[in-house]
């Protein structure tokens, strides 16, 4: 069980980054590039539901924030989940 719940941390680490690079990316390539392009792919149906209840507040747009912490908490959830089996 120990080898699945570090699957599950791995998984979220890598979403996490993946959020944390389109952020970064978004501030210094064009919305056209092919490597934000792609990125944005993955991540924005992720981002959208939580856009919806919490649009960004002038330039600031919390969403990827808000998407970060729900992935921890859901990787913690679903790792106490599979370590108490």
Do not use: C, H
């Amino acid at each position: 069980m120990n080898v699945l719940a570090n699957i599950i941390d791995m998984l979220a680490s890598l979403l996490s980054i993946l959020v944390l690079i389109t952020v970064l990316l978004s501030w210094f390539l064009p919305p056209y590039n092919a490597v934000r392009e792609a990125l944005d792919r993955l991540v924005d149906p992720l981002l959208a539901p939580i856009r919806r209840f919490i649009p960004p507040v002038g330039m600031f747009d919390f969403s990827p924030l808000i998407l970060m912490l729900l992935i921890q908490f859901i990787a913690m959830i679903l790792k106490s989940f599979v370590l108490s089996l």
